[in-house]
């Protein structure tokens, strides 16, 4: 009983501050095919990207699809960084904000730009004890798979809120 209390009281807590889960992202019914592209070879951004437009019941175009059929997420550039954010008092750095840039647009099948090219930048921290950096490497790589997931994440958010916009206003022009 007390355990069902808590429950409801924190469900009630959780919706009086406003928490709400995100929509699913949902490319509507009539989007082309897209075809993700990188000027980093054999990214696994683009991988990721291309999992999540399937998830979100978008068609992902093959390497044989037409120009003019498909749409083009278009990821222009990817950089990785390490800043030390701490050292220690032999000045050697003792933790790490590993940041990750990704510059991208999104176009139309007919060539008109959607989301014009723009850059998200993420970043997380992380502890790297210079006489003890066993699990530094794993924990770094860990970092990066989280950091790639949650900027797939954000491109398509991004892509979705215009693509939500556009639907608003063209509903707006309709009545």
Request: hydrophobic content about 40%; some cysteine.
């Amino acid at each position: 009983m007390i355990r069902y209390a808590l429950t409801v009281l924190l469900a009630l807590v959780l919706a009086g501050c406003g928490f709400h889960l995100r929509e699913r992202l949902a490319l509507p019914e009539d989007t082309p095919p897209v075809r993700v592209t990188s000027a980093t070879p054999y990214s696994e951004l683009v991988t990721i990207l291309e999992r999540n437009l399937r998830n979100a019941g978008a068609r992902v175009a093959d390497a044989d699809a037409r120009k003019g059929e498909v749409a083009r997420l278009e990821v222009v550039s990817e950089r990785w960084g390490d800043l030390p954010i701490a050292i220690d008092e032999r000045g050697r750095a003792q933790e790490f904000s590993l940041r990750y840039a990704t510059i991208f647009s999104f176009h139309r099948a007919d060539g008109t730009e959607l989301v014009p090219q723009q850059s998200v930048e993420l970043a997380r921290d992380y502890v790297s004890p210079p006489e003890n950096a066993t699990g530094t490497s794993t924990e770094r790589e860990i970092l990066a798979d989280e950091l790639r997931r949650e900027m797939a994440a954000s491109i398509l958010r991004r892509i979705d809120s215009v693509l939500r916009a556009e639907r608003a206003h063209a509903t707006q022009q309709a009545h």
